[in-house]
């Protein structure tokens, strides 16, 4: 299986995208974050190191396919989209796609947002919202602009290229944390999701051991004291 395989290799890769304080982040050149210390109670639990690989977050459900990673954890919510290409762990946070704008602005409320352009992380569920391809929602963004990093999406809505950034909440508050002068989280959100750890499909054995290693961090209290250790800055 690839879980005797890993134990043999001596390490388990882990892929991400560090751009997504406080899941993923950079600290100089350490990488950090909620989602890194759930990886490594997995590959404690596999008894072997960690190996963090960073791209970018539109890349990862690729790279799982491609036999080059273990698990993706990325503050990556359960769609049924990516269903069809990774096989999802249990939840392990309840999460939401939340509305940034500059403080003051005419928006106040989702449906402000139509017509607006909107700033997003390419590839994320914030992106799939706002852009609509299947013209569903109630809420029609005027236009898009898609960015790598959810902080350059945020540097211009100081500056005045777009009306708002959407991107899930944490990381948001996160950004108003470093800017409470000049920017602002509505109350109200775009969407719920749960975020889900991926494991290339049909991955049994890998996908059992971070289930085991979730519901341990959960039962034990673990997981809310990891969550906890990052809200503070
Ligand atoms: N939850 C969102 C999604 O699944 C955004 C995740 C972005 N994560 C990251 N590490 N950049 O699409």
Same mark, same amino acid.
């Given at each position: 299986?690839?879980?005797?395989?890993?134990?043999? =290799?001596?390490?388990?890769?882990?892929?991400?995208?560090?751009?997504?304080? +406080?899941?993923?982040?950079?600290?100089?050149? &350490?990488?950090?974050?909620?989602?890194?210390?759930? $990886? #490594? *109670?997995?590959?404690?639990?596999?008894?072997?190191?960690?190996?963090? #690989?960073?791209?970018?977050?539109? =890349?990862?459900?690729?790279?799982?396919?491609?036999?080059?990673?273990?698990?993706?954890?990325?503050?990556?919510?359960?769609?049924?989209? /990516? *269903?069809?290409?990774?096989?999802? $762990?249990?939840?392990?946070? !309840?999460?939401?796609? =939340?509305?940034?704008?500059?403080?003051?602005?005419?928006?106040?409320? +989702?449906?402000?947002?139509?017509?607006?352009?909107?700033?997003?992380?390419?590839?994320?569920?914030?992106? @799939?919202?706002?852009?609509?391809?299947?013209?569903?929602?109630?809420?029609?963004?005027? $236009?898009?602009? /898609?960015? =790598? &990093?959810?902080?350059?999406?945020?540097?211009?809505?100081? #500056?005045?290229?777009?009306?708002?950034?959407?991107?899930? !909440?944490?990381?948001?508050?996160?950004?108003?944390?470093?800017?409470?002068?000049?920017?602002?989280?509505? %109350? %109200?959100?775009? @969407? @719920?999701?749960?975020?889900?750890?991926?494991? +290339? *499909?049909?991955?049994?054995?890998?996908?059992?051991?971070?289930? $085991?290693?979730?519901?341990?961090?959960?039962?034990?209290?673990?997981?809310?004291?990891?969550?906890?250790?990052?809200?503070?800055?």
């Amino acid at each position: 299986t690839s879980v005797d395989k890993i134990k043999a =290799a001596g390490f388990v890769t882990m892929s991400t995208n560090a751009e997504f304080e +406080p899941f993923e982040f950079k600290d100089g050149d &350490k990488i950090i974050g909620i989602d890194i210390d759930i $990886s #490594n *109670k997995i590959a404690e639990k596999l008894g072997v190191e960690l190996k963090v #690989n960073d791209i970018a977050f539109d =890349a990862l459900t690729t790279e799982l396919g491609s036999g080059k990673t273990n698990f993706v954890a990325a503050g990556m919510t359960a769609d049924e989209d /990516r *269903k069809k290409n990774v096989d999802f $762990s249990d939840t392990y946070f !309840d999460a939401s796609q =939340a509305i940034i704008v500059l403080k003051g602005s005419a928006i106040k409320s +989702p449906a402000d947002l139509n017509g607006k352009k909107v700033g997003v992380q390419q590839g994320t569920t914030g992106d @799939t919202y706002c852009t609509n391809e299947d013209g569903k929602n109630e809420i029609k963004v005027g $236009s898009t602009e /898609r960015y =790598a &990093k959810g902080v350059d999406a945020v540097a211009d809505l100081i #500056n005045g290229k777009i009306d708002a950034v959407v991107i899930d !909440d944490f990381p948001a508050k996160k950004f108003v944390e470093k800017n409470p002068d000049k920017i602002a989280k509505l %109350e %109200e959100a775009l @969407t @719920t999701e749960q975020y889900a750890i991926a494991v +290339p *499909k049909g991955d049994k054995a890998m996908l059992d051991t971070v289930n $085991s290693v979730l519901s341990e961090l959960k039962s034990s209290g673990e997981l809310d004291k990891i969550v906890e250790k990052y809200k503070e800055n």
